[in-house]
Structures are given as structure tokens and as C-alpha cells.
């Protein structure tokens, strides 16, 4: 797929939403006891693992396996190291 196309961006927009959901419906369940899934006994503490997991984890897991499938992209698809810094010179006056 191609950058910009209508399905490129379609899968993002689905898939930005859909960690948004699932995100949402985890913190209002937490917080108010919307459903009852995530009970919580003690009001004043609290806490759900499954909200620390899809809040701040799960986008640092997708950053990491971007780049992972980038370098694999970028060395044995293209064969180029030089995208990765091999041979990158700082000029000197920028030092």
C-alpha cells in the first residue's frame, strides 16, 4: 500500500480508534463501574493493569516494532545501511 491512499489511511484511522475505544471503555469501567468487568473494592485506590497495558504500553510495543520493521525493511529490502547512520557526518561548523 501506498502512503496516502484511502486504504492506508482508512487502516490507520481504524486502528487509532479502535486502541481508543478499547481505552476508553477500560477507564470508564475503572472509574465509574460502568459494566462491572473491572470492580474495584477500595474507591480511593484505584487501579487496573489493563488500562496501564493499553494506555502506555501498547503504543510504546507498536513504536518499537515500527522501527524494528523499518531497519528490516531499510537493510534487506533496499540493502542501504546509510539510513541507519552508517557514514552520517556532522559538518563542523554545526559542532
Known sequence: MDDGTPLSVGLTVTSALAVLVAVAYVAIDTGVNYS???KTTN???LKNYALYVLYPL???LLVVAYFILESV???NVLKETRPLGENLRIHPSVV
Open 43 to 45: 474507591t480511593a485506590e
Open 73 to 75: 525493511l531499510v537493510l
Open 58 to 60: 501498547f503504543p510504546l
Open 36 to 38: 462491572g468487568k473491572f
